[in-house]
């Protein structure tokens, strides 16, 4: 879906997120985040921003209150290109924090809770050639596609209280002394 375009041109940009849904979870304290697919089908759209946008869509966006958003996929230098084109019209990468690939990462802040749900919205520039190649002339920029997204935090396993980690090892060394009393009698 395109929601803004600056200049006379006009394209299409398909994004897909993954996971399906764009739903993605973690304990507080963690980091997570999305994979995408773009689909292209005219110009070579190249993208500059991603972000996450808390609730409804407004511009700018409003951040999460759950943890901090990390944009990676504009710093990598994506180009989608159309159809037919000299680069490809479908990119698609899995999100990889440390290789930083994806969308973009999430970091679920410590003591977060619940679920925020909202969108992601990618901002890019419509070009008539691979803008790396001589004589590429802009189209229009401030282009913007975006896709369903939400972020649950889910609760951390319980630790047990040291008294409690206390009793059961209490009861382990019990079990063990009481199996090896039993040997004993059967062995006399």
């Known amino acids: 879906?395109?929601?803004?375009?600056?200049?006379?041109?006009?394209?299409?940009?398909i994004l897909t997120?993954?996971?399906?849904?764009?739903?993605i979870s973690g304990m507080p304290g963690t980091t997570t985040g999305w994979g995408f697919t773009l689909t292209n089908d005219s110009g070579y759209a190249e993208i500059n921003l991603a972000q996450f946008?808390?609730?409804?869509?407004?511009?700018?966006?409003?951040?999460?209150?759950?943890?901090?958003?990390?944009?990676?996929?504009?710093?990598?230098?994506?180009?989608?290109?159309?159809?037919?084109?000299t680069l490809p019209d479908v990119v698609t990468q899995s999100f990889d924090e440390l290789a930083q690939t994806g969308i973009g990462s999430f970091?679920?802040?410590?003591?977060?809770?619940?679920?925020?749900t909202g969108q992601i919205l990618l901002t890019y520039t419509l070009w008539d050639m691979d803008p790396n190649s001589d004589g590429a002339m802009?189209?229009?920029?401030?282009?913007?596609?975006?896709?369903?997204a939400s972020i649950s935090v889910t609760a951390a396993a319980p630790t047990p209280e040291p008294?409690?980690?206390?009793?059961?090892?209490?009861?382990?060394?019990?079990?063990?002394?009481?199996?090896?009393?039993?040997?004993?009698?059967?062995?006399?």
């Open 107 to 116: 970091n679920i802040a410590p003591g977060a809770s619940g679920t925020d």
């Open 53 to 85: 946008c808390s609730g409804s869509l407004t511009i700018p966006c409003t951040p999460s209150d759950l943890g901090t958003f990390t944009d990676f996929i504009s710093a990598n230098d994506v180009i989608v290109g159309p159809p037919g084109g």
């Open 1 to 13: 879906m395109m929601l803004g375009c600056a200049g006379s041109a006009s394209g299409s940009l």
């Open 138 to 148: 802009f189209l229009s920029s401030d282009n913007t596609v975006t896709a369903a």
């Open 163 to 188: 008294a409690s980690a206390g009793l059961v090892g209490i009861a382990f060394a019990i079990a063990a002394a009481g199996r090896q009393a039993f040997k004993r009698s059967r062995q006399k």
């Open 17 to 23: 997120l993954t996971p399906p849904g764009g739903i």
